[in-house]
């Protein structure tokens, strides 16, 4: 992760990169992938691609990138990309 942060020019910054290995964050949050179309491909359950803003550890906002024909959200993330995510807070 401290790669990740590293190439996005973070590392340091109030932005914290996480694991999430076992996928217990992922189901907690309600935000398992486990469409069978994204799972013929990739095998194993993944998490949705999202994007939340906590502040205080209470989430205030939250953006999911899917769609009924794009589960996985590949054809237009941008819901949950940055943009998105700033004008909605």
């Given at each position: 992760m401290e790669a990740w942060a590293t190439n996005q020019g973070v590392a340091g910054s109030?932005?914290?990169f996480l694991a999430d290995t076992r996928g217990e964050f992922?189901?907690?949050m309600d935000m398992v992938l486990d469409h069978p179309g994204p799972m013929e491909v990739l095998g194993?359950?993944?998490s949705k691609r999202y994007a939340f803003y906590a502040d205080d550890g209470v989430i205030k906002h939250i953006a999911v990138s899917e769609g009924p024909d794009d589960p996985a959200g590949d054809a237009d993330p941008s819901a949950s990309c940055v943009d998105?995510?700033?004008e909605a807070i």
């Open positions: 109030m932005i914290t992922t189901k907690a194993n359950k993944r998105a995510m700033l």
